[in-house]
Every structure is written in C-alpha cells, then in structure tokens.
C-alpha cells in the first residue's frame, strides 16, 4: 500500500505534524497526516482515495473553535487555508471555504455591500463559519448564506442552498452530514461604505475591550444556555480566573478559556468539565460546549 505522499508526491501532504502549531489555542498533539489542497481537484482526489484506505478525515479551517488534546488526530487532518479564493459580482460574495471570514466581510465593504458587517472580527474561516453557523452583533450566517458547495464524505460534489442547511444556533446540517465545505455564496445588500466601515469598527472595538485578544483561545467556551449568559453563570459561581495547569478562565472574559503559556488540551477539558460541574451544582444550569473537542479517544 502507498502511503499518501507517494500516492501524491506533488500535493502538500505532511506526516507526523503537530497540531498545536495550527490551533488558536496553541494545543494539540500530532495528526498522522496533514494535507493542505490548493483546489478543489487535488481535495478529491485525496478524501476519495483516503476512503479506499479507510483512513478517517478531519476538516480544519483557522482551527479556531476547537481543542485538540495531546493525543492528537488519528488520519489526515485537512486545512483548507490554501483554497482562499473571494469574489464579488454584483451583490454576491463568493468565497472558498479557506477565506478568512473576516476577509470575506472586509471584501463586503470595499465593494459597499452590507450583511457582513458583524463578521469583522471572527477569527474563522468560511468553511467553519458556515458549518457553525457563526454569529455576532445580531448577525449570523443563515441571514446572509444563499448555498454553499461542498464534497461529499465519498468524494462527490454537491451544492445546498442556505434553506438545505437546517440551520440553528451554532448549528448546521453539515455538523451531521460529514461533508467539506469548499465555498460559500453570500446573498447581500447595496450600502453606504462610510456606515459599513463604522459598524465594522464599532464592534471590533468592543470586542478589543471585551475578549482577551491578547492570549490564545478558542473563542466563547459554551453556547449561550435559554435564558441566561455564561459568561455572567460562570462569574457569579466564582470560578473567574480559575486555573488547571495552563488553562484559565480569563479573567476578562468569563466565557472565554485562555491559553497562559503551555497549556495542554487535558488542562482545557478538565477545566471546561470543572467549570460545568460548578454552574451546575450553583444554578442547576447545564453549559453546552459551543467548542468542539477533537482527539484519538
Ligand atoms: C477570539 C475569538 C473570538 C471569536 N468570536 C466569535 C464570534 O463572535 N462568533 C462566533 O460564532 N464564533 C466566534 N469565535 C469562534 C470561531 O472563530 C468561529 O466559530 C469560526 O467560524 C470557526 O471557524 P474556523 O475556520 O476556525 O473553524 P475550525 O475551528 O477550524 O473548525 C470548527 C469546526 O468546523 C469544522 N470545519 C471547519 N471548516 C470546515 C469545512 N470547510 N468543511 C466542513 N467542516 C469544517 C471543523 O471540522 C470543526 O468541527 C471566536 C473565536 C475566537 C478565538
């Protein structure tokens, strides 16, 4: 059996890479392979042959709302941040699943377009933020989708429109298809630049105040529980600035866990495990995680 750099000697592929190098957080153990796909060809030609071997498939985007523990990922792990590509026509925004979304939405205003403008500081790519339906401000996704192309687990293409996608909060059919995002078609409006350049500014800025920006994390921990913030659960529980190993409750942003220097994916889960416990007993509230813990298990 060849292994997949001979099978494919001219595409990226790397054996052996460790993860944490890639992760927003800075943990993560080592993937047996990686490979980053410049187009959607070479991505085919990969996940079809990886299902001949067997070998599982993990879909990373900026990596930027998950956790990999130290054990890392079994098979070929794919970034798509080589597939970038964006294009405007007319009020539509095309953009390959490895375009930053904050790129996306920067594009959306050079070109006048609103819809965007509350994506202007999410660290993601396209592809993650259309398989989490990502939000903020107000703004989502599903709002401004049209359809998203996509290849199939068995290596086929196939389009949605945003009305396939059974969107929900932080939530998308793609969560329980498998499928790859490859690109997105956004549906937006005619505006005024000087407005859309203002609203992109004035969320920025609070995020800045707000998120602690200056460490590594994955983002908001745990989705919003009916009726309540975590953010507000897990301060009035005391558990501000709680620590295990290298992982903290940032004490800026409750709702967020930082990454204090070396950090291991185990310090993140038991300390986001810790943290449910604690809300729980406190406020007989359950915290869903909203990030996505990855392993070997
Ligand atoms: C400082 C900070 C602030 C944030 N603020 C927000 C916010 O305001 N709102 C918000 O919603 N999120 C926020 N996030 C979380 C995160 O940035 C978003 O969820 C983002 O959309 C995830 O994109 P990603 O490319 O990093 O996905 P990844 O973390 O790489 O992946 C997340 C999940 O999506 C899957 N995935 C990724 N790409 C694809 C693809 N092409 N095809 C199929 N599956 C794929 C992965 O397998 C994984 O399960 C924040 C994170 C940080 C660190």
Wanted: charged residues 20%.
């Amino acid at each position: 059996m060849k292994t997949l750099i001979e099978m494919f000697p001219n595409y990226n592929i790397q054996a052996n890479v460790k993860l944490g190098n890639y992760t927003n957080t800075r943990v993560g153990g080592p993937a047996d392979w990686c490979f980053w796909p410049k187009t959607q060809t070479e991505l085919k030609a990969v996940v079809q042959y990886a299902n001949e071997q067997d070998l599982p498939i993990t879909v990373l985007g900026n990596a930027s709302n998950l956790v990999i523990t130290e054990d890392g990922l079994a098979g070929l792990v794919i970034f798509l941040t080589e597939m970038k590509q964006i294009k405007a026509t007319g009020n539509k925004i095309v953009a390959e699943a490895g375009a930053w979304i904050i790129e996306t939405a920067q594009m959306a205003y050079e070109y006048a377009l609103t819809g965007l403008e509350w994506a202007a500081g999410i660290p993601g790519s396209v592809g993650g933020a259309v398989f989490m339906n990502a939000g903020a401000y107000g703004g989502q996704i599903d709002q401004v989708l049209e359809s998203t192309d996509v290849i199939t687990i068995d290596g086929q293409f196939k389009t949605y429109s945003a009305a396939e996608l059974s969107f929900g909060y932080r939530h998308s059919l793609i969560q329980d298809t498998g499928d790859i995002i490859v690109s997105a078609t956004f549906a937006l409006k005619p505006g005024k630049r000087i407005i859309i350049g203002a609203e992109m500014a004035d969320y920025n800025e609070r995020r800045a105040q707000k998120q602690p920006l200056e460490f590594p994390s994955c983002g908001s921990v745990f989705k919003r529980p009916t009726g309540y913030f975590a953010g507000k659960l897990i301060m009035d529980a005391g558990l501000q600035g709680c620590r295990i190993g290298d992982a903290q409750v940032s004490t800026k942003h409750a709702g967020f866990i930082v990454n204090r220097g070396h950090a291991t994916g185990s310090d993140y889960v038991n300390l986001i495990q810790h943290v449910q416990e604690v809300v729980y007993q406190t406020f007989m509230v359950h915290l869903e995680t909203e990030v996505r813990i990855l392993g070997r298990k």
